[in-house]
């Protein structure tokens, strides 16, 4: 299958790069990541040992695949969704964080647009190379829930590349508990400047859990069926199974970049005042986070 990654950053080139086994893959980003890739090609380390070499490209207009897989920040999505328009794709995938980002690309591409989540751990460290530094999955499936050829056909070519993944019918439920598990982990860790781990008991780990417990809540307001306690249990199996890890959104805090937490904690906030809910630990959260971008300039 021909499979455009629109994002290589650490998940998207992880994700490219495991795809790149089977499949003939075009990894768009910058430089001088791609640069890099095209000299050396992307070497693949941490949990797995391997290089491939896929296509790079710093110009994501005019491309054609049978997949796109987008891995954007999604701050980013509007761009992205942009410059894929401008090419031709049987059919597109967002592993991104945070919500809104499938409806964004929908409204321009002219393909079925597939909602997915990744738990796979990931950081790009230089150039040319990328960490797994966590074995997980994808899951996908259309966006609106149900099932669908396009899914069928993407979850056969994660599959084939040695990716575990599964196809599933019951998607917003699954993005809503993606939504809470960030929630509850990237906005506490990167205020509070700690692994993941440190979420699993403590001071941090009771804003975590209120958070997604709040979040469960405005889920159940959508007509989705998630449950306060299966919100924590999900916060509490990620930040588990990543306890060694640096959240996305401390990676950015100190980088000094930019981050989604609009499209997390933020999309809570929304969603809950749009249906009449309170969510007092995800406001605050949200709040603190935009007081730190509002006050440093960002790349």
Same mark, same amino acid.
């Given at each position: 299958?021909?499979?455009?990654?629109?994002?290589?950053?650490?998940?998207?080139? *992880?994700?490219?790069g495991l795809l790149a086994r089977e499949h !003939?893959?075009?990894?768009? $980003? =910058?430089?001088?990541?791609? %640069?890099? &890739?095209?000299?050396?090609?992307?070497?693949v380390g941490g949990q797995f040992d391997f290089t491939?070499?896929?296509?790079?490209?710093?110009?994501?207009?005019?491309?054609?695949a049978d997949l796109a897989v987008v891995t954007v920040k999604a701050f980013d999505t509007a761009a992205a969704a942009e410059a894929l328009a401008t090419g031709r794709f049987d059919a597109a995938i967002s592993l991104q964080n945070g919500m809104g980002s499938e409806e964004t690309l929908a409204a321009s591409l002219d393909?079925?647009?597939?909602?997915?989540?990744?738990?796979?751990?990931?950081?790009?460290?230089?150039?040319?190379?990328?960490?797994?530094?966590?074995?997980?999955?994808?899951? *996908?499936?259309?966006?609106?829930?149900?099932?669908?050829? !396009?899914?069928?056909?993407? $979850? =056969?070519?994660?599959?084939? %590349?040695? &990716?575990?993944?599964?196809?599933?019918?019951?998607?917003?439920r699954r993005l809503w508990e993606k939504l809470a598990v960030n929630a509850g982990i990237n906005a506490t860790t990167a205020l509070a400047r700690v692994e993941n781990g440190a979420?699993?008991?403590?001071?941090?780990?009771?804003?975590?859990?209120?958070?997604?417990?709040?979040?469960?809540?405005?889920?159940?307001?959508?007509?989705?069926?998630?449950?306060?306690?299966?919100?924590?249990?999900?916060?509490?199996r990620v930040a588990r199974a990543t306890a060694a890890n640096t959240s996305s959104m401390q990676q950015d805090v100190l980088a000094g970049r930019r981050t989604e937490i609009e499209s997390i904690n933020g999309h809570v906030c929304a969603r809950a005042r749009e249906r009449g809910k309170s969510v007092p630990v995800n406001r605050t959260l949200t709040n603190l986070l935009r007081a730190r971008e509002r006050d440093r300039p960002q790349d």
């Open positions: 299958m021909d499979i455009v990654v629109f994002g290589a950053g650490s998940l998207g080139s *992880l994700v490219g !003939a893959v075009t990894l768009v $980003g =910058r430089d001088p990541h791609v %640069a890099a &890739v095209r000299e050396s090609g992307l070497r491939v070499r896929p296509d790079a490209t710093t110009d994501g207009t005019g491309l054609a393909c079925p647009v597939l909602a997915g989540t990744a738990t796979y751990g990931a950081v790009r460290r230089e150039p040319g190379a990328v960490d797994c530094t966590g074995r997980g999955e994808v899951v *996908l499936g259309p966006r609106e829930g149900g099932t669908s050829e !396009a899914a069928d056909r993407a $979850g =056969r070519a994660f599959s084939t %590349a040695g &990716v575990e993944t599964t196809v599933a019918d019951d998607m917003p979420l699993l008991d403590g001071p941090a780990s009771e804003v975590a859990g209120d958070a997604a417990r709040e979040t469960a809540r405005v889920a159940r307001a959508e007509g989705v069926e998630l449950g306060d306690d299966e919100a924590v249990e999900a916060v509490e």
